[in-house]
């Protein structure tokens, strides 16, 4: 199944700009999502959840790599999140062809109204690390917050990274910026668990996979610098324009207001 050059050339530009956003503050999959399954009608809904997170994992990738090296998060917290985001994840994809798409989006629209309000009447939330919990608590709730997000994750995927780094923020007390580095190389274990079910399966559509990949690397790299360069304040600003955004486009696919 190969789309044409000019659907593969906007789906890139869908790629790119969800990278960028990815890389800020997460959620790029409600981009990368609908534009492939405006571009590619004729695909399965496996086939288009498996060709995102290839797509994906080459934005996390480089996004992951290039927080790590500027911001030095720690591995106690990092880590753990990883390994039990992998985990949901990979159960998540397990289920993702026996659950209906339909049954997530009034659920992430609650949510995402929830994350919004709270982060919008906050303003100092986020500005600054203060951490809420140490040890062995601290671990847990990263662990129990990988876990379900990258059930998520697996199964679905939209507003994944967003919801990493409000666990983060909101439950733990990380910064904004320090929540979005460690939010991204979960969001890489994720995409890294999902593609290990769904490559298995034949469900990705490696040609167009791989040119959003290469856009969604650009897209991630320049959206990691922008997020270091300009601090916690720009990423909290961003993180409520896209929320937002992510509120519109979702509730109006509740109310019928578009497909």
């Not at 999140?81 to 009034?106: D, H, N, Y």
Request: glycine share 14%; charged share 10%; with cysteine.
């Amino acid at each position: 199944m190969d789309p044409s050059l000019t659907v593969l050339a906007l789906l890139a530009l869908a790629a790119l700009f969800a990278g960028f956003v990815d890389a800020v503050v997460g959620g790029g999959g409600l981009v990368q999502l609908p534009a492939l399954v405006l571009g590619l009608p004729g695909a399965s809904p496996v086939q288009v959840l498996a060709t995102n997170k290839l797509a994906s994992i080459c934005g996390t990738s480089v996004s992951s790599v290039t927080y790590y090296r500027r911001v030095r998060p720690h591995a106690g917290t990092f880590l753990p999140l990883m390994g039990f985001a992998f985990l949901g994840s990979l159960l998540g994809a397990l289920l993702a062809s026996r659950i209906p798409s339909e049954a997530f989006a009034p659920i992430v629209l609650f949510v995402l109204v929830l994350v919004g309000t709270y982060v919008l009447f906050k303003p100092d939330l986020g500005d600054v690390t203060k951490l809420r919990f140490a040890g062995r608590r601290h671990t847990a709730i990263a662990m129990a917050a990988g876990f379900v997000i990258g059930a998520y994750d697996g199964a679905l995927g939209p507003g994944t990274g967003s919801f990493f780094v409000f666990s983060l923020v909101g439950f733990l007390g990380y910064s904004f910026l320090e929540a979005s580095a460690k939010a991204r190389m979960a969001n890489w274990a994720t995409n890294l668990a999902a593609l290990c079910i769904f490559i298995p399966q034949d469900a990705v559509l490696w040609k167009t996979g791989l040119v959003m990949g290469v856009a969604n690397l650009v897209g991630g790299y320049l959206g990691a610098r922008t997020a270091v360069a300009r601090g916690a304040k720009f990423v909290r600003v961003f993180f409520i324009v896209v929320v937002s955004g992510f509120i519109v486009r979702i509730g109006g696919e509740v109310v019928g207001l578009w497909g």
